[in-house]
């Protein structure tokens, strides 16, 4: 960059420069660039190289994503997503409980792979997951009847039942021996593969609505009609009245219900 620039040293490097190679593109990809170039800076001021980091000062346009674009999966999708998954190895014993545990619990793929032996805790009544969420926050969800069985078989068959609390709890596979290694799967191991399970069920690489997440139920409750014998609570009804001055004021008035007997 600097040598393109025709600049033969950093100290003499400013803001505008830092702005003439993030002019193109999206505005996704200037910030990224825009990133990158202060990461930079920030490592030469730490270094004592550069006493200040020219980038500071350059700004981007606003970018705000309006809507979301994780995809949905239906419950009938899961459960056909499930079913058409062979646990009799241990591979796909391995992938049937990846996500069992993603659609059940709604956890983020990075918290699932970054599951170990200890994460798996028992109260004395039922078992608890803790995933460690951003931030380093934990979170511990309640191990539903199938998962736990899930679990506990793929635990079973691959020996990690008996391993040290650091292993990790969904290590990966060495080649096509199906061997595990000692090697975590790692978030974009766990995306190939839910991609992978989705073309082999039918339904592509991706679904076709998108939505939140599977595991945020019950956010869409139908409305109850009042049946008979039941009172229709008072509801606020706003009215607007116009002075003779032409000011405007508006006010509540109570709109009363019927009562049915």
Excluded: W
């Excluded at 393109?4 to 702005?19: D, I, K, P, S």
């Excluded at 970018?63 to 646990?87: K, Y």
């Excluded at 899930?150 to 079973?156: S, V």
Aim: glycine content about 8%; some cysteine.
């Amino acid at each position: 960059f600097s040598s393109r620039r025709r600049h033969t040293r950093l100290r003499t490097v400013t803001g505008q420069t830092c702005a003439l190679p993030i002019y193109r593109g999206s505005v996704p990809t200037k910030k990224l660039a825009l990133a990158a170039l202060r990461a930079f800076f920030d490592t030469l001021v730490i270094r004592h190289v550069l006493l200040l980091n020219p980038a500071l000062s350059v700004k981007t346009e606003k970018h705000q994503v309006v809507e979301g674009l994780t995809p949905e999966i239906s419950p009938g999708q899961a459960r056909t997503l499930l079913d058409s998954i062979n646990a009799d190895s241990l591979v796909g014993l391995r992938d049937k409980t990846i996500l069992s545990m993603l659609c059940f619990t709604a956890a983020r793929a990075g918290a699932v792979a970054s599951l170990r032996r200890k994460d798996i805790i028992h109260d004395g009544t039922q078992y608890l997951i803790r995933f460690t969420e951003k931030g380093n926050k934990k979170r511990e969800i309640p191990v539903r009847h199938d998962l736990e069985t899930l679990l506990a078989a793929f635990l079973l068959v691959s020996g990690n039942a008996e391993a040290p609390p650091e292993a990790p709890l969904f290590p990966t596979v060495r080649g096509f021996t199906g061997e595990l290694t000692s090697n975590s799967l790692t978030v974009t191991d766990i995306g190939r593969m839910v991609k992978r399970r989705l073309r082999r069920a039918g339904f592509g690489s991706r679904p076709a609505k998108r939505a939140r997440s599977i595991g945020r139920r019950g956010s869409h409750r139908a409305v109850r009609r009042p049946t008979a014998g039941v009172t229709v609570l008072p509801r606020p009804v706003q009215r607007v009245e116009r002075s003779a001055a032409g000011s405007e004021r508006t006010r509540n008035i109570t709109s009363r219900g019927s009562t049915t007997s």
